[in-house]
């Protein structure tokens, strides 16, 4: 069974092919990157493929019998480069697709929810069998950040008290590996996230109790968070989806308890005294 991982370049993509080179033979798995100058270290076969370039996907595809579509990181018309791999995939007969999606994407009302919905309504038009990655939040989009934090002395968000269940990449890439090698995923949609529910403050306390520094959770009104994103750089757009999603954690729209994600993996997920370890090593 032949796997093509879409965005095998990325942090995502990696650790999955990484995973999946042990359950599969690395001869049956093929990496669709944009640049294959990238993938030569995957110790995988690369194939040139650019969600905006459809016409050369036919090539790409051929012989793929599961294709990975890891979400693009390009908001610039996402739900329109994830339409043409789908077509491309249907084009050329691609058994299964796997997407990963986002927790609740079918009723989410946060606006990251908006493309991943979309797009697993054009996989099923498409009349493609499929399975459905609805990953919750990264710990690493907070992880990834502590050296600022630290350094200003207080995280920030907007979050209030939300809950939300995260997991690291590697848990969400190692489920990804394990659906993708075995067919017997064909058809699931699985909520995903991490065991344990947690607040920003809960994260800032890990912080401080690792670093013997007082490390508080600053919450802040949406505007000013959302300044505050603009002034380091972030697009005000992309801003915007970052405090939506905070404001609407409260909701419980990235919080799962259904255990999914630990039964695909076979152990517990990754906790985030681990995360927040492996962050500040
Ligand atoms: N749930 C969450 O909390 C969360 C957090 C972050 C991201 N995400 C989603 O999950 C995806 C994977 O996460 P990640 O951390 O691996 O992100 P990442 O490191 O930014 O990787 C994104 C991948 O998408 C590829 N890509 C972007 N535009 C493309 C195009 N036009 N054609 C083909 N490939 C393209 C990139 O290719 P290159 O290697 O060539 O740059 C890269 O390999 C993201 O793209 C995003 O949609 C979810």
Do not use: C
Request: charged share 15%; hydrophobic share 50%.
């Amino acid at each position: 069974m032949t796997i093509a991982i879409t965005g095998a370049t990325g942090q995502l993509g990696r650790l999955a092919i990484a995973h999946l080179k042990t359950l599969t033979d690395p001869a049956q798995i093929i990496a669709l990157v944009r640049d294959p100058a990238k993938a030569a270290d995957l110790g995988v076969a690369a194939r040139a493929f650019d969600y905006t370039a459809p016409q050369a996907m036919a090539p790409a595809l051929q012989g793929v019998d599961v294709l990975v579509l890891i979400s693009s990181s390009d908001f610039n018309d996402r739900v329109g480069q994830h339409r043409n791999v789908i077509a491309a995939a249907k084009a050329a007969g691609v058994g299964r697709i796997v997407y990963t999606s986002i927790q609740q994407a079918d009723r989410s009302p946060m606006l990251i929810a908006f493309d991943h919905r979309a797009t697993e309504a054009a996989i099923n038009d498409a009349g493609l069998t499929a399975t459905i990655l609805r990953n919750g939040w990264y710990t690493e989009n907070w992880t990834s950040s502590l050296a600022g934090a630290i350094s200003a002395g207080a995280m920030i968000g907007a979050a209030g008290d939300a809950r939300f269940t995260p997991a690291t990449r590697a848990d969400y890439a190692q489920a990804l590996a394990v659906v993708a090698a075995d067919d017997a995923h064909a058809g699931q949609v699985y909520e995903l996230g991490g065991d344990t529910a947690i607040t920003l403050a809960d994260i800032a306390a890990e912080v401080s109790r690792q670093t013997g520094k007082d490390i508080p959770y600053n919450d802040l009104p949406a505007d000013v968070y959302q300044g505050i994103l603009e002034s380091f750089g972030l697009p005000a757009g992309f801003a915007a989806v970052l405090v939506d999603v905070d404001q609407q954690a409260g909701e419980g729209w990235l919080a799962d308890n259904s255990g999914t994600l630990r039964q695909l993996l076979g152990r517990p997920t990754t906790p985030l005294a681990e995360a927040v370890r492996a962050a500040l090593a």
